[in-house]
């Protein structure tokens, strides 16, 4: 990745989970790591509770330098809300911000709890949540979820890039289904839905075309699922080291709102998730 990865930083496993991930894929271009706490305004004239929490911070970038001595590690204490200041910190130009979750996802296991998704919707750059027991030894391939090639483009260029960097596979998935049809033959729900498994391939093989020129040396598998988006891409990603998704949002009374499908995925997260950001520009598709 190029740019700072900012790494939302608590006293919890999360955010050791976080900061491991961030170690391990601050990539070739040796991005920076921003160990990244916000303190209350309150506790912020609070002068023992700011020495603590400066201590704290500081011990966790000395841990991090330690585990990973060829990263640079950073930190920053910030005052404010939470949320926001974690969304002003990537207008800078981050190359992606790290939270740590329980395994149970947003509903269960909270950590930032899951006004949090919310960050997904309104980050300037890709957000990634991190389960506190997503261990890599057991996890492989990175799998990005397509609905429209054209929308999708920098989610494939971002999930070519993290397969490419930890010489992982890629897997592309397409899910679909068919709205029932009152009445319908089998003949003609047939030939709809064969109608609609081309138009998944052709989908599909656009998508590999984008991330090939991304990594034209990657291994690319690409998989049409008949089922709801959220269920198909939580299936299929289990095993995986990190799955990655476009964003789904639209505009709502509050500003941002996250689709349907981020939204299921993020509360039944099981694997490293990667969201990105609307606003981010667009990766180029060529090394």
């Known amino acids: 990745m190029s740019g700072n990865i900012i790494v939302g930083i608590n006293e919890s496993a999360p955010s050791r989970a976080a900061t491991s991930w961030a170690l391990d894929h601050s990539g070739v271009d040796n991005a920076e790591v921003v160990l990244t706490?916000?303190?209350?305004?309150?506790?912020?004239?609070?002068?023992?509770?700011?020495?603590?929490?400066?201590?704290?911070?500081?011990?966790?970038?000395?841990?991090?330098?330690?585990?990973?001595?060829?990263?640079?590690?950073?930190?920053?204490?910030?005052?404010?809300?939470?949320?926001?200041?974690?969304?002003?910190?990537?207008?800078?130009?981050?190359?992606?911000?790290?939270?740590?979750?329980?395994?149970?996802?947003?509903?269960?296991?909270?950590?930032?709890?899951?006004?949090?998704?919310?960050?997904?919707?309104?980050?300037?750059?890709?957000?990634?949540?991190?389960?506190?027991?997503?261990?890599?030894?057991?996890?492989?391939?990175?799998?990005?979820?397509?609905?429209?090639?054209?929308?999708?483009?920098?989610?494939?260029a971002f999930a070519a890039r993290e397969a490419a960097s930890t010489g992982s596979r890629l897997s592309i998935v397409h899910c679909w289904t068919l709205p029932d049809v009152a009445d319908e033959t089998f003949t003609a729900h047939t030939n709809r839905s064969m109608l609609q498994a081309l138009r998944a391939d052709k989908t599909l093989a656009a998508a590999e075309a984008i991330a090939r020129a991304v990594e034209p040396a990657l291994t690319i598998r690409t998989r049409s699922i008949r089922r709801p988006t959220a269920e198909g891409l939580i299936e299929t990603s289990a095993s995986a080291l990190l799955l990655v998704l476009g964003q789904s949002q639209h505009e709502g009374s509050a500003g941002r709102v996250l689709g349907h499908t981020v939204h299921d995925v993020l509360m039944n997260l099981a694997v490293p998730t990667a969201?990105?950001?609307?606003?981010?520009?667009?990766?180029?598709?060529?090394t």
């Open 37 to 156: 706490h916000v303190m209350t305004v309150t506790d912020s004239h609070d002068a023992h509770i700011v020495s603590v929490a400066s201590a704290r911070l500081a011990d966790h970038a000395h841990t991090a330098r330690l585990a990973a001595p060829h990263v640079t590690v950073s930190s920053e204490l910030r005052v404010g809300d939470t949320l926001n200041e974690l969304i002003e910190a990537t207008s800078g130009g981050a190359a992606a911000i790290v939270i740590g979750t329980h395994k149970t996802g947003f509903v269960q296991g909270r950590v930032y709890g899951s006004r949090f998704i919310q960050l997904a919707a309104a980050a300037h750059c890709p957000v990634v949540f991190v389960p506190s027991s997503s261990g890599r030894s057991s996890h492989t391939g990175v799998v990005v979820g397509v609905k429209g090639v054209e929308l999708d483009r920098t989610a494939l």
């Open 275 to 286: 969201i990105m950001a609307v606003d981010a520009p667009a990766y180029a598709t060529a």
